[in-house]
């Protein structure tokens, strides 16, 4: 197949730190090109890939306008206007302009469009709107039962490149939170439960943003206690040491997240998770066997300390079966075959 | 010809208060339906038009969600989708979304996007991006000047409907201002100039936004006094009862605003302007004739006292010569038929 994947314009592919949805188009890209299909990767400057590489932005954008909706138009108009009509199928992550575009191309080629946000009242009236002219895929169940009103291709799972990920039986006596500074996540939550179940915790988390900043300072800060380490920005390899060794990652999510990678990436290094059952949680944690769906904090402090029943083998093995790059190109793979053969 | 207006989503159309662009695009649908054109308007629900209405959103969103790229994509996409190949020519003025899918018809139809915003980093570069893809129109010469980096299918001034302004020969002793509350219209130097004129100054002011405000109250509110009258929120007849009866218009302009509405609205009164050389002003004031262009408030001051050198007549000529109404619509046919012809 001749595919165009469309990254968006905000970060290189892969990104060295933030950007989730340009992790996965990486692994997206590299991983159907190493299955032979032709690939070509709309991403901005700096990016590197086994696909072809075109780059509308010679550097992406300032930090500072992430977002901003003329770069978002100019990526989009220049990456369609590349492709023509001469891909068998276009797969957009970009963002608004891009799926408006895609919108108009009447089939020609079709458009597969991943849905990577949350629902709100502005994206269901906008993808109620273009449901029949793109091909809406949602990243989880969870998301795709959170608006019954749109018409969807399907659901494919994120997926992570497991060789990042060392897998470890033995665990060190401490838990780890991995989230951005914000109530959503739960914070304060998880410094509770390790608190309430004698653990230390370890939180890695991001907080540079000025709500982050200031919900951090005023909420979570005056929380920590000696035995709540905190770290920010640090490497893939810390931050996987740290998963492999932590005995379960809390996930007290508070809003219906439409997935939640590091529960994939905790499974993998054989940690088990102990989530609150919101959103995409349910379908990523198998309750009492890679850890623990549970509400409140007496019911997640009673998690942790039944964590050592679940085997970090079945948390590697859970990932590698539904949430591994493997498994998210194939999901794709067979998604742009029956959209392609539909037309 | 069977043309399509693709008006702003966030205002009906005409506006009842705030919306320049709605004020253009009201205009033109109803003078190219006048003059036998195939025209469909698409604009949000409550517009009153003289040509065909579809509204994509039944009602025009929220004013706190101005500029929201879910509507602006929403509006865009409805509208292109109802316009497939079937009109002669696109006439867009809805914002980036629209501009993007433009920029991908392919000419089929063919696209017109007329440019309202001032010329900024971004802006330069998308528009580098789409000026061969769609017909670009600058609504002043002083705007193409701005950018000679991109092509331009002509310039078409925005007009007035002259029969909405009362013209008036006679004048009483005060000035006018009209603008928004910030640095960029010199409200400051408005005051100044009145002061030092000997004149009482009306100030017709927009000041909603925080940092209209923020600017009115800690800057321009404490050089008021006795002498200066503030008007906010009137209606259409109270501004052109103050701007006929008006000695002058100050529009002591601080950047080079693309056009400049009050301008025209002012002469067509038979009133003058005396203006800073900035932007579109040196176009619209025929300097000696219907205003003055100075810089620098002593010289703002002594072009005060020649106003009496310009003839009201004059004034009102120069706008039904080349900021009526009639004359802009003139211009857009001339330029959609040459658009046309190309093709």
Same mark, same amino acid.
């Given at each position: ?7 968006p314009?905000?970060f290189?592919?892969p990104p060295?730190g933030y950007g989730g949805i340009e992790l996965v188009v990486a ?9 032979? =299909?032709?690939? *070509?990767?709309?991403? $901005? ?26 770069? !978002? ?12 009509? !001469?891909?068998?199928?276009? =797969? &957009?992550h $970009? ?7 895609? %919108? ?8 597969? =469009?991943?849905?990577h946000g949350?629902? *709100? ?10 449901? &029949? ?6 990243i ?13 291709? #399907?659901?494919?799972?994120n997926?992570i ?22 109530? !959503? ?27 982050? /900043? ?30 492999? /060794? ?12 439409p997935f939640g990678l590091v529960?994939?990436e %905790? ?12 959103? %995409? ?12 769906? /549970? &509400? ?5 402090? !009673?998690?942790?300390?039944?964590? #050592?029943?679940? $085997? ?17 190109? *194939? ?13």
């Amino acid at each position: 197949m001749k595919i165009a994947e469309i990254a968006p314009p905000w970060f290189a592919v892969p990104p060295t730190g933030y950007g989730g949805i340009e992790l996965v188009v990486a692994l997206l890209a590299d991983g159907l090109a190493d299955r032979g =299909h032709d690939v *070509t990767l709309f991403a $901005s400057g700096g990016s590197q890939t086994r696909a072809k590489l075109v780059s509308p932005l010679l550097d992406p954008p300032d930090p500072a306008l992430l977002g901003n909706p003329w770069f !978002d138009a100019y990526h989009a108009v220049s990456s369609y206007r590349t492709i023509g009509h !001469d891909f068998d199928v276009v =797969h &957009d992550h $970009s963002g608004i302009a891009g799926s408006a575009i895609g %919108a108009l191309q009447r089939g020609n080629p079709p458009v597969v =469009h991943t849905l990577h946000g949350p629902w *709100t009242e502005l994206t269901r009236r906008y993808y109620g709107l273009i449901h &029949d002219d793109v091909h809406l895929v949602a990243i989880s169940e969870a998301q795709r039962a959170d608006n019954p009103d749109v018409n969807y291709a #399907g659901v494919v799972h994120n997926g992570i490149h497991l060789d990042d990920y060392p897998f470890r039986a033995e665990k060190d006596d401490f838990l780890i939170y991995i989230g951005r500074a914000n109530p !959503d996540k739960g914070p304060t939550i998880a410094i509770e439960v390790a608190r309430r179940a004698g653990l230390p915790l370890a939180m890695v988390v991001k907080k540079n943003e000025p709500f982050e /900043r200031a919900y951090w300072d005023e909420i979570v800060a005056p929380l920590l206690n000696d035995e709540v380490e905190v770290y920010e920005a640090i490497s893939h390899e810390q931050k996987a040491d740290l998963l492999s /060794r932590a005995r379960a990652m809390v996930f007290p999510i508070q809003w219906p997240e439409p997935f939640g990678l590091v529960m994939a990436e %905790a499974m993998a290094c054989g940690t088990p998770v102990v989530a609150c059952p919101a959103g %995409a949680a349910v379908e990523l944690v198998e309750n009492g066997v890679t850890g623990y769906l /549970r &509400d409140g904090v007496d019911d997640l402090v !009673d998690a942790v300390a039944s964590v #050592g029943n679940c $085997s970090p083998a079945a948390c590697r093995e859970r990932v590698e079966e539904h949430f591994s790059a493997e498994a998210m190109v *194939t999901g794709y793979e067979r998604l742009f075959a029956k959209v392609i053969d539909r037309r």
